[in-house]
């Protein structure tokens, strides 16, 4: 089996939560818009949204979710100040999120942006640098339909 280019961007039928951090809200609603235009262009059949405070609640929300949604894009932007607490929500975030889609089977895209700076971050949310939202969605519609393919596999032999 070989997919092309245009069945990796085909949601039809599939199902998507999408969980956004609310801190760094003007940065993370950029992401959601780039998350939500992807699913729209892959005709998904369902895209339900929901928020949280901060990148370091997105794996339990996205635990909580899993059973319901084909696959989820987490969303959020974690700045480095001048304080330590970047390198625990970002890492927390990341090893969170791994963990909840190897321990359910749902495909979680990591649309979490971990930047030095307000403007890099701003540069990979619809700046100059693309929207890793719309990029996290993509990555979904993708894993999704790896794991529903091989998901068949298993129960046609
Ligand atoms: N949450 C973020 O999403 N981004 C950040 O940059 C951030 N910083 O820098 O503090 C942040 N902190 C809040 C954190 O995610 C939790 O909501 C909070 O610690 C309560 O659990």
Redesign the pocket.
């Known amino acids: 089996m070989d997919w092309s280019t245009d069945e990796r961007s085909d949601a039809r039928g599939l199902r998507f939560a999408i969980v956004a951090?609310r801190?760094?809200r003007e940065i993370?609603g950029k992401l959601l818009e780039g998350a939500q235009q992807a699913l729209r262009e892959a005709q998904a059949e369902t895209v339900d949204v929901f928020y949280?405070?901060?990148?370091?609640?997105l794996p339990l929300a996205c635990k909580t979710l899993a059973k319901r949604y084909t696959a989820i894009i987490a969303l959020?932007?974690?700045?480095?100040?001048a304080?330590p607490?970047?390198d625990f929500?970002a890492a927390e975030?990341a090893r969170g999120l791994q963990q909840v889609a190897l321990e359910t089977g749902v495909p979680i895209a990591f649309g979490?942006l971990t930047t030095n700076t307000y403007e890099q971050a701003m540069d990979r949310a619809g700046g100059k640098h693309g929207n890793k939202g719309y990029d996290a969605a993509m990555t979904a519609v993708e894993m999704a339909r790896l794991v529903a393919a091989a998901r068949k596999m298993e129960t046609t032999g």
Request: hydrophobic share 55%; aromatic share 14%; charged share 10%.
């Open positions: 951090a801190f760094n993370t949280v405070p901060g990148a370091f609640e959020g932007a974690v700045i480095r100040g304080t607490h970047f929500v975030a979490v």
